[in-house]
């Protein structure tokens, strides 16, 4: 399980994040949605440890992050997908994380199969493009075999194969019992994969619910979320008209 209780972080007079309490169970695919500037990505890298929280504390299965004796192995992550150097291979690149964290070298091929790269394990991972690259830092997130899997919008870049695909993967992933987040601005997407849902606006919890249960706020999950975010977005219909003058 992951464990958030009053989160805060600021940068400045900003506060991005603020005193954000939630839980991820095992056992579903739990979306996280919010409007552009909800503070979505300052919160996972909050939970891995990347940036230190301001106030409040996350635990993972009661930990922090810090505190994992191995973290690949009990928590893959995918933040940014291409954090790779890009004159390796994506064989070489997954083998070199395995070494790292003292992972078996026959893992690595287990995931090039499972998010079907083998055909492009030897390729350098700089010539991929952004579907490709999405795949193998999902691939470098199944590595350790973790329970607890934190996605920052994984279907970036892929297409329609590859978001059924993906959407397929993290179904079986919770299945098994792991614990998997997703964030996501796809919301029809989100409607099709996960069961539960954590919605944020301006750093502050929104709702913590079943898709089911906000979808019924609305004639769609689209239209629920977007009446539950109103006044939490960066910008409002008035200044996104157009300014121009008349020809």
């Known amino acids: 399980m992951i464990e958030a209780r009053g989160l805060v972080k600021r940068y400045g007079p900003t506060t991005a994040v603020d005193h954000l309490s939630f839980d991820v169970r095992p056992g579903t695919v739990t979306g996280f949605l919010g409007p552009n500037g909800a503070g979505k990505s300052t919160t996972m890298r909050m939970m891995l440890g990347l940036d230190r929280p301001d106030g409040g504390t996350v635990r993972i299965s009661g930990r922090d992050y810090r505190d994992l004796r191995s973290p690949l192995r009990e928590v893959g992550a995918l933040l940014e997908a291409r954090a790779f150097h890009p004159g390796r291979t994506a064989r070489a690149h997954l083998t ?12 690595v091929s287990d995931v090039l199969e499972i998010t079907g790269m083998e055909s492009a394990a030897g390729r350098r ?10 795949r193998l830092g999902i691939a470098a ?11 920052d919008e994984p279907v970036n870049g892929l297409d329609p194969e ?7 993967l993290l179904k079986n992933l919770a299945a098994q019992g792991r614990t998997v987040l ?17 919605v944020i606006g301006q750093g502050r919890l929104l709702a913590q619910t079943t898709v089911a249960e906000l979808s019924a706020r609305g ?6 979320f977007f009446a539950l975010t109103e006044g939490s977005t960066e910008y409002s219909a008035s200044n996104l008209s157009y300014q121009g003058s008349p020809s």
């Open 96 to 107: 070199a994380l395995a070494a790292s964290n003292r992972i078996p070298r026959r893992r």
């Open 125 to 134: 991972a700089g010539k991929f493009s952004l579907g490709m690259s999405q």
């Open 141 to 151: 997130a199944l590595l350790g075999d973790p329970a607890v899997l934190l996605l």
């Open 162 to 168: 590859g978001i059924r695909w993906i959407r397929n």
């Open 182 to 198: 997703v964030s996501s601005h796809l919301i029809s997407e989100v409607a099709q994969t996960a069961d539960h849902l954590i």
């Open 219 to 224: 004639h769609s999950l689209e239209e629920a």
